[in-house]
């Protein structure tokens, strides 16, 4: 099982290296080659999800040290720290097959397969087609190896892969602006995550010294980080605050939700993989895994805020938008918001159910606005209209998607909505400090079912608004209505809890996730405490009927307003017309990010190190170095010149030259001179050797 | 001693071999000819003759000194023919046969 899983991360990373150096030359651009790859990926892992289903427990780990460098530790230190028992730092990676994998397995690979054949049929013809296959297949290597990481390094490596990936993916359409403004306002966005995440992730190393989730557990429970410090506070809740930092910037989580929205100026299938489906969701996934750092951590709460007050100001902004995929983008920031929330107030379970009916369900409903765009080239809804007859198929998957993500019961939405609003409202009973989380979840439960219908209505339903792109609009091949099928499919509830999927009450009700979510806490060590059992379970009664009451509620304001026009929108537009304009301004957090902060604050703070960079280091020290150096160079041409040249060369030839004219007196070219001075030297040599010292 | 005995013993030949020496040198340094030049150095050479041969005789009973006279005889003849052969391209030369006009080398 284990060596499956290395093969479901790179049978897709073989395709990326085959599509981005050949595909260009082979048939179809290659496409082929991704969905072959994926669905390989799929089959491999199949038998690992069904496992999980059938027996409940899967647990298998397979780890190798990667790196291994020796220390420069000397042994006083060890002798005096032995704590620190080898010198040597290794880097341990490997995989982690338990519960919460196999099941994401499952979930990613179905996803990404039937997006890669979803794209099969939206991007034909488009430039740089093979590139796109690329891009996605490099993206769901990650995503799966991330996914089956046993630690959070080559967690945080696939984590930044994917960054990259959807970074290049947004700006896929690269001549348009709008999509280069994106790409960058999602990458440096997330980058504001990401740097806390890797600071959680080096105060982990401190900690624990390691940063493998079994090991970093069992840490936790041998009380390892007890009265441990960085920067002040306790190591646990700097490290929980800065993963959960990482969570906020990639899921697009309140105050850092800005990006999410500008991202689907990628191409659709791209927001349906990436945006929505898997790699928001892999913030939450972090949540998931390391919750036992999370509680320990005392950062719940806060997490818990965040998710609530994301889940409900991102719904109120996907009441006023009328752009399909923006409406879809709020509300994944809403549904997001909704697991950071489960999260939040210890609702591990029902977060992680949500996390996988909504990949999946909102995965459809992206698909199906895809089709819907690619039938009439256009993403405003308000040249939509009717088009319920003109593609039937796609209607019905949407419509399903919807009814799944407005908390309908038989659909897959409700099931994990719903507990996920009991574990909020019990919290709420049992903190009431913290009532406002229940409230915001359940105001944002009301207009995630009134918005979504909302975009039904004004897409498939009510008269065609523009008559030549209603006549244009078809039905896609099966290619692409597959895809919406299967996933519209399995938003039904029957595959999670039950048919109707009310807890409790459900004849055929089919336990395999809490099983093996009750197993994947046994093993993380996580012993969630339920509160007063009481009031767990009365707050799930009162959970079921008033998000029952709330979803029809808001199908029905939906219905009165859009269908059968009762209500008037734009006369409600112009009586609530301040909230509007802060909506439609997406509370002005792109002006306050652009115009304060970045403007007041970070361009200041900028020019400001421009300037010194200008001042001091380029005019004092380099310029100043250079004065130096010609200073130096000055005196020791100096030097040169006047002692080296002139005293020892030049003094050299006037030495030699004033020997050789003394010597040349003596040769006067008459023997007989030479003769005489040889006899004087002889006679005075001989004279020497008879009379000089014996 | 008497002044024959003191004239046919060594010292006899050894004052002869210094007069002929001193002589050699005068020729060789004040000749203006270089065919007297030649002459002073044939002196010096059979001065150097006779002492070797006046050791030999006087002071061992062996005969190196007398070979050494025969080779300095044999040696004298050939540096007269090189040096007549000098003194001739001299002439050639120089039109004349003074030592000291043979001062290319000066300085």
């Known amino acids: 099982m284990v060596q499956n899983c290395i093969w479901i991360f790179s049978l897709p990373l073989i395709a990326f290296v085959l599509q981005a150096s050949l595909g260009k030359k082979l048939p179809r651009q290659g496409d082929f080659i991704s969905v072959i790859a994926l669905l390989g990926s799929f089959l491999l892992a199949l038998p690992i999800f069904l496992q999980?289903?059938?027996?409940?427990?899967?647990?298998?780990?397979?780890?190798?040290?990667?790196?291994?460098?020796?220390?420069?530790?000397?042994?006083?230190?060890?002798?005096?720290?032995?704590?620190?028992?080898?010198?040597?730092?290794?880097?341990?990676?490997?995989?982690?097959?338990?519960?919460?994998?196999?099941?994401?397995?499952?979930?990613?690979t179905f996803c990404c397969f039937l997006i890669h054949l979803f794209s099969t049929g939206y991007m034909k013809g488009e430039d740089r087609y093979h590139m796109f296959f690329a891009y996605i297949s490099l993206f769901s290597a990650a995503m799966l190896g991330l996914v089956v990481s046993d630690n959070l390094f080559t967690f945080f490596m696939c984590w930044e892969?994917?960054?990259?990936?959807?970074?290049?993916?947004?700006?896929?359409?690269?001549?348009?602006?709008?999509?280069?403004?994106?790409?960058?306002?999602?990458?440096?966005?997330?980058?504001?995550?990401?740097?806390?995440?890797?600071?959680?992730?080096?105060?982990?190393?401190?900690?624990?010294?390691?940063?493998?989730?079994?090991?970093?557990?069992?840490?936790?429970?041998?009380?390892?980080?007890?009265?441990?410090?960085?920067?002040?506070?306790?190591?646990?809740?700097?490290?929980?605050?800065?993963?959960?930092?990482?969570?906020?910037?990639?899921?697009a989580q309140f105050p850092l939700q800005i990006w999410l929205p500008d991202a689907m100026e990628g191409p659709t299938p791209v927001s349906a993989l990436i945006h929505a489906a898997t790699m928001v969701s892999g913030g939450v996934f972090l949540l998931i895994r390391t919750f036992p750092i999370l509680e320990a951590g005392h950062v719940l709460p806060i997490i818990a805020y965040v998710g609530a007050i994301t889940a409900f100001l991102a719904a109120m902004v996907a009441v006023v938008q009328t752009d399909i995929k923006k409406v879809l983008a709020y509300s994944t920031i809403s549904q997001l918001g909704y697991m950071v929330m489960g999260i939040g107030v210890g609702a591990f379970a029902a977060a992680f159910l949500h996390l996988i009916t909504h990949a999946l369900f909102k995965a459809c409903l992206f698909l199906c606005s895809g089709s819907v765009i690619h039938a009439v080239h256009t993403q405003d809804m308000r040249e939509m209209g009717a088009l319920r007859t003109k593609m039937p198929l796609t209607f019905i998957s949407m419509l399903i998607a919807t009814l799944a993500i407005s908390g309908v019961p038989f659909f897959s939405g409700f099931v994990s909505k719903d507990r996920i609003l009991g574990g909020a409202l019990a919290y709420g009973m049992e903190h009431q400090v913290h009532a406002l989380i229940p409230i915001l979840g359940f105001a944002a439960a009301l207009l995630t079912a009134f918005y979504m219908f909302r975009l039904i209505y004004m897409t498939f339903c009510g008269p065609a608004k523009d008559e030549h792109k209603h006549t244009h609009a078809h039905e896609m091949p099966w290619n692409m209505v597959l895809p919406t099928l299967l996933l519209s499919g399995l938003s039904l509830s029957i595959w999670f809890a039950g048919p109707t999927g009310i807890h409790g009450l459900d004849p055929f009700e089919v336990h395999w996730f809490d099983n093996a979510v009750a197993a994947a806490q046994t093993q993380a060590g996580i012993a969630l405490h339920h509160g007063d059992e009481h009031i767990a379970h009365s707050a799930h009664g009162i959970a079921l009927v008033l998000s029952l009451i709330l979803a029809t509620a808001g199908i029905l304001l939906a219905t009165f307003t859009y269908l059968k026009h009762l209500i008037s929108a734009d006369a409600w537009k112009s009586r609530l017309a301040p909230l509007y304009n802060v909506l439609v301004h997406k509370y002005y957090f792109d002006e306050l990010y652009i115009n304060v902060i970045i403007q007041r604050g970070l361009l200041v703070w900028n020019n400001l190190l421009a300037r010194f960079d200008d001042r001091v280091v380029d005019r004092i020290l380099v310029d100043g170095w250079k004065d130096i150096s010609m200073g130096i160079k000055a005196f020791i041409g100096k030097f040169d010149d006047l002692v080296v040249d002139r005293i020892f060369v030049d003094g050299t030839g006037y030495v030699t030259a004033a020997g050789g004219w003394i010597l040349r007196r003596f040769q006067t070219g008459r023997v007989q001179q030479y003769v005489i001075l040889s006899l004087i030297g002889f006679t005075v040599a001989f004279i020497c050797l008879v009379a000089g010292p014996k | 001693m008497s002044f024959l005995d003191w004239a046919t013993g060594l010292h006899g030949y050894l004052f002869v071999g210094t007069i002929l020496a001193t002589l050699g040198i005068i020729a060789v340094v004040y000749r203006r000819n270089s065919i007297g030049v030649l002459l002073g150095i044939e002196l010096l050479l059979n001065a150097a003759s006779i002492n070797f041969i006046s050791f030999s005789k006087f002071r061992t009973a062996a005969i190196d000194g007398q070979i050494f006279a025969l080779f300095i005889i044999i040696i004298a003849a050939a540096e007269a023919a090189v040096a007549l052969a000098i003194i001739l391209r001299l002439y050639r030369l120089r039109e004349t046969i003074d030592a000291g006009e043979a001062n290319l080398m000066r300085n």
């Open chain 1, 52 to 108: 999980v289903v059938s027996t409940g427990n899967i647990s298998e780990a397979m780890s190798f040290t990667w790196i291994s460098l020796p220390l420069p530790i000397p042994d006083s230190f060890l002798t005096s720290h032995p704590g620190i028992s080898s010198p040597t730092f290794n880097l341990d990676i490997g995989i982690l097959l338990n519960n919460p994998t196999a099941i994401m397995l499952g979930m990613v």
């Open chain 1, 161 to 251: 892969v994917m960054g990259v990936c959807s970074y290049a993916l947004i700006g896929f359409y690269y001549k348009k602006p709008s999509a280069i403004n994106a790409s960058i306002k999602a990458f440096m966005t997330t980058r504001v995550g990401d740097t806390c995440f890797f600071l959680g992730l080096m105060g982990l190393y401190i900690v624990f010294g390691t940063s493998n989730f079994s090991e970093i557990y069992q840490g936790l429970q041998g009380g390892f980080a007890e009265g441990k410090t960085i920067l002040g506070v306790s190591a646990l809740s700097f490290i929980g605050f800065m993963i959960m930092m990482g969570t906020i910037g990639k899921s």
